[in-house]
């Protein structure tokens, strides 16, 4: 039997996201890797959401007689070469120095929106030098005050959209990070927040510091007055990330959000969540056009893409592929992810018949497995 | 690649349930560890228990803005901290000397109630003098003498409901107790029976010395007119255990039960017994509100007590868990568990969105696995 | 950690069916395993027939009120002491040399129906002889005249019901019979046809002997009028086994059938054919009451026995668990085995609140897994 | 315990396709292994097509009455002996120095239709020669004229049918052969197209020259438009290849379409597409007898030849399984596969109780499994 080389030793280029993954996980120290990849709780959610995507059958259609599909789209109002934005993601200089800087580089290049969080660890204004189109995360911090002066420095450096993450009162119990005493090394800062070390920097033999940090600073009392409050500060487009019920979906576009994000924060938070996917039409459904509804947890591939529209989503959020693509090599590596995704995206319309972002929007699904909508 | 250091050798505080378990399994000779792991025949319905939780999956509120959720809930008049009483669990000074005053101590401090079964290894006076809320679980002995004395040490030892265990006609066969010759150590006995060593204290090559106890002791003919003698004899609410058919449990409240425990005796009795929680929301129906439901079988994490109410219980009984923190470290260890499982509710309800425990029952829930309702 | 005895070799005694294969496996020439233990095909319908009876979750009831049940019951007109017949199985000196003789005895000494086979490699004249109570079984033979002779053997001999087995128009490729060139020895013979070797006795590289013994002397062409002409020709009560069609199970009791047998011939025939207890409930309704409804296919404990009673079978064959007790210890290890089901049986109509057969064909029942009905 | 022979070593005739599978994988080089086996992206659209067959249970009728089935069909016109046709494949020369000239003279003797590709390592006129029954199968090339010769030189060669590939306006991407460097040996070419070396012949440290190829040559605008065309051109019954969607179906033979086939191209086109059998009766019952309606993707043996039928399907294409034949024996391995496939389907139908294709068409499925319809 032929010896086989392993693709990413023989070209440095890996041919797929879960190439992109291994290559990650032998780079990054074990902890910092269990902060990525790890979940809350038993990690119950976290595997739904693979298994209930998984179980999404799409019924392509034939005869397209389209040349090459166009993957352009808006999303909130921010034009995008692909349905796709990156997610929100802390401290992304844990993984590569540039951090955020080489990620959003990369998102702009590619023509994907950039999501600066409120716990980056580059500053928006550093995010914003790199052209990209940027959105910007907020959580619900103790300090009021501080929330306004994030809404003015986003608006400021040319944020299209604010993203308001509602489903982290307090942070999910990841058994990883708790078990590993996981801890923010000395040169990985909030770079909106404090100047000096933090919660989020103290090593303990058990426990979290980035949960204990998050819980000192966030206000857990954030509620639909504050969302109300905020949508009369700025005249930003507003985005609720998050959302997995329809009710509350309904509300959010009732109350002058462009947008919900269907996410269960990655299977991070409440483990025993439904699989963001199987809460999705339901959602769309409730929206019923009055917003746009964005996606997450789980999209691994364009295949995904597809599955999330096919169901009635606008595009998606791209979680920790991305961050995949940090750690292996900067913001070419991200350029890599989502080139592949882009790809792979393309394909798939193609192979679907789709000429466009919105025929796979009218793709009829059939479910074929756990959770699977 | 880093060694880590595995976490409760690190600081002896176990993080999780699921540590809890391999601590205790660690420690407690194998045919004790199988006594309280083990199920009846294939053990497909203890398995199944824990296929059907995991597949519930909750759908979590959003802008609940609360600062911190209210876990305390009254259950059949008891007030408790959390929606959560100790299953009535036999001899539990098998796996400590301290036996059932430990656990109900640590249960006494965290607020939650702890019930006294038949077979106790303490007697209800030992076990009253910690000052936890006690309930106390009644057998139907073939001594109906001894049925009414135990009401009334009950009553007098301040018990505030009476528990009484229907799907113990006899003792489900259980495979590993046979197979080991389980029977119990000369200094473990049943304390409210008699004095001297009985059937369950017989080592046999091959069958369970507990379960020629019980076929020596319980009367399996328990039936209707039982209850109605029971409810004639004491003022304690009655809590009827064991109930899986909606129209029992409607009976059981018609005739004066103010609760049913959703119970397969965590699949110890029947094998081959419909889950547990499969079974929960028809029950609740059934019952509409004329009585609380409490729910067991597989409870492991305050989401399995979130997914419970969610489905309509009023509160869960905890079982193994219990024991697994018992032999670990005594009365400690059993306050570990509850803490745990506190830390876990308390913080599934504040993701779940919940002010409290009412909220928490308002709660969507969708089936995305095996014999999840 | 303390050794365990494997339970077998401290007593000799196995405790559950699951032992007494283990045993039975461990003594049997692989050749004759494969023959008794493999299905047709790639065995999908073998897995299913297991996969479907563990999905169906039964609803206990509670308060029964009996001290023991009555596991009694009619069968066909035959009073059996459980609701289980020995299912038909060729040549069973090929596991112990008394065959059929010694299965019967300890059949008839367990109150145990024992259907003898058109195939039995004693004759009914000799199996009669154990007193058991008998039904036979017909193959549907070439030679016609044959069969009428079988036919007024099985009366002369005693036997209560005829059993035609129409499930078998040829044998079905068992891929492990045929990769083991399987054929019988020359000692065990089928007793009621010819006397010297035949087609079955021929060892090939490749290929089943029993398939092409099989094929030389059955009749393909059973049908209807094959039936009518049975009906005409004895008084015994017929009993049509291997239906799964509910319109053919209507025709056959309309045609003068007293029972049929809801069976897929444990997965031997049609590999991909419906699991047999995924088709019983849809059999029950089309007899509507018109006869008795039999099932087989992976039966292997009384939980298995109770399932399909609340499915609404009036009984059940039992079929590899008799070769594996034969194997292990001739009729000895047969009353062993009848033994265990029927302690199993008893004790799960107790744990389900059934104080006699017709209770448990009241139970509810829920899917809870791949197949169940 | 007997050390069992492989089967095959000692006769060297495989007794079953998975035995035929395995000799192929153990002779075949591993790109070449890879290319026949591999699916698109990660392969859930591959397993999933067999998973969805496996759950497909289907309900035997008894008392048939008939001494052998007639296997016997017409598909799309052409008199077949069995419901099977070769399905297309590109580049049989890969496996067998013989290719496409070894198979279709299996299929010939067998009396089954055999494809033609485009792709084909060998031209249709030397394929003719072989006296079997022909289809041909267009794949839409950019070149239009060399589109109109192959239906000229198909008529010419006496192809009975055209089809219609319409599935692959791009080749899906197939990661074993990206990272396989996959590339089509000197000596392997597409007989129908240009003489040299094409970019199909190119090896890369990465990415598959058969898919760099297959664009540069395909046109991926084939649209509704062509279908036109192409019925307008040639009076051969016209077979629309790669139809999942029901609407699609009844636009075909509303165009004139003879057929279609139901496949997602053996998974190796759009991954995460519904699997193949999930999708066929809702295709069979849009059709509604206006045309043949044909099925692939996953057909493994004579069981889901039955499968297929019962859900409404007039025949199937026979895919890898004729490869694996091929490579394993060139003509006589292919005759061998088509003969382990005549006697399982032969026997299927008896076992089913059909005395024809026609009354397995009349049989009732039961969904047992994930993705089963
Ligand atoms: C390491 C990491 C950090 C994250 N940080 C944030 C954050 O600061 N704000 C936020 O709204 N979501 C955060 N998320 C959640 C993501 O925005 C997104 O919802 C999630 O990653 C989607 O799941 P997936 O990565 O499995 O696709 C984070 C996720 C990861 C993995
Ligand atoms: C070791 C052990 C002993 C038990 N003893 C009793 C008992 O004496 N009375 C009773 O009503 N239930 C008894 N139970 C059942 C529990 O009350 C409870 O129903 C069950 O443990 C719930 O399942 P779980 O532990 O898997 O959550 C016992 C359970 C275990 C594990
Ligand atoms: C070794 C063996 C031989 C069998 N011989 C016959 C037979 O001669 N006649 C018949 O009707 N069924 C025969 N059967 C089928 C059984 O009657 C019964 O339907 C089947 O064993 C039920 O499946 P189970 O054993 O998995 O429960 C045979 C089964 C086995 C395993
Ligand atoms: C190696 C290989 C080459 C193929 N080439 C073609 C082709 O040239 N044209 C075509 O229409 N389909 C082609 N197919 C798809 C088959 O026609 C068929 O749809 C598929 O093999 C069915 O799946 P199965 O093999 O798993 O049953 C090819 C399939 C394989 C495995």
Same mark, same amino acid.
């Not at 070209?11 to 797929?16: I, K, L, M, Y």
């Not at 040169?187 to 404090?194: G, K, M, N, S, Y």
């Given at each position: 039997m032929r010896v086989r080389n392993p693709p990413d030793t023989r070209?440095?280029?890996?041919?797929?996201l879960a190439e992109v993954e291994r290559l990650a996980a032998a780079r990054l120290p074990p902890d910092v890797r269990d902060f990525i990849a790890g979940g809350s709780g038993d990690e119950v959610t976290l595997a739904a959401n693979r298994a209930a995507l998984d179980g999404v059958g799409v019924v392509p259609r034939t005869f397209?007689?389209?040349?090459?599909?166009?993957?352009g789209v808006s999303l909130v109002g921010t034009r995008a070469a692909l349905p796709v934005a990156v997610a929100p993601m802390a401290y992304q200089c844990l993984v590569h120095p540039e951090g955020e800087v080489a990620a959003a580089a990369a998102a702009g290049a590619a023509g994907v929106p950039f999501t600066v969080g409120? $716990?980056?660890?580059?500053?928006v204004e550093e995010v914003a030098k790199t052209g990209a189109p940027l959105w910007f995360q907020l959580y619900w911090l103790r300090d009021r005050g501080l929330v306004g002066e994030l809404v003015a420095r986003a608006e400021e450096a040319g944020c299209q959209a604010l993203v308001i993450t509602v489903d982290v009162p307090v942070m999910g119990h990841r058994r990883r990070d708790v078990r590993n005493g996981f801890a923010l090394p000395a040169?990985?800062?909030?770079?909106?927040?404090?100047a000096g070390p933090t919660e989020a920097h103290e090593r303990r033999d058990v426990g979290s510091g980035v949960a204990e940090h998050t819980s000192a600073v966030f206000?857990?009392? $954030?509620?639909w007055r504050d969302l109300e409050w905020l949508r009369a500060r700025t005249r930003l487009p507003l985005v609720v990330k998050g959302v997995l019920d329809p009710l509350d979906a309904a509300r959010c576009v009732g109350l002058g959000a462009s947008a919900v994000v269907v996410s269960n924060h990655g299977g991070r938070q $409440?483990?025993?969540?439904?699989p963001s996917v199987t809460a999705l039409p339901r959602v769309v459904e409730a929206v019923a056009g009055a917003g746009d509804v964005l996606f997450d947890s789980g999209v691994r591939s364009g295949t995904d893409v597809l599955r999330a529209l096919a169901l009635g989503a606008t595009g998606v959020l791209l979680g920790r592929p991305v961050l995949w693509g940090l750690a292996v090599d900067g913001e070419r590596g991200v350029a890599r992810v989502l080139e592949l995704l882009r790809a792979e995206f393309a394909q798939a319309l193609l192979l679907a018949g789709c000429a466009d972002v919105d025929a796979a929007r009218r793709l009829a699904t059939v479910s074929t497995g756990r959770g699977a909508p």
């Open positions: 070209t440095g280029v890996p041919a797929d397209a007689g389209v040349e090459a599909a166009d993957t409120t $716990l980056s660890s580059r500053t040169e990985v800062r909030a770079a909106h927040l404090v206000d857990p009392t $954030l509620g $409440l483990d025993g969540a439904v």
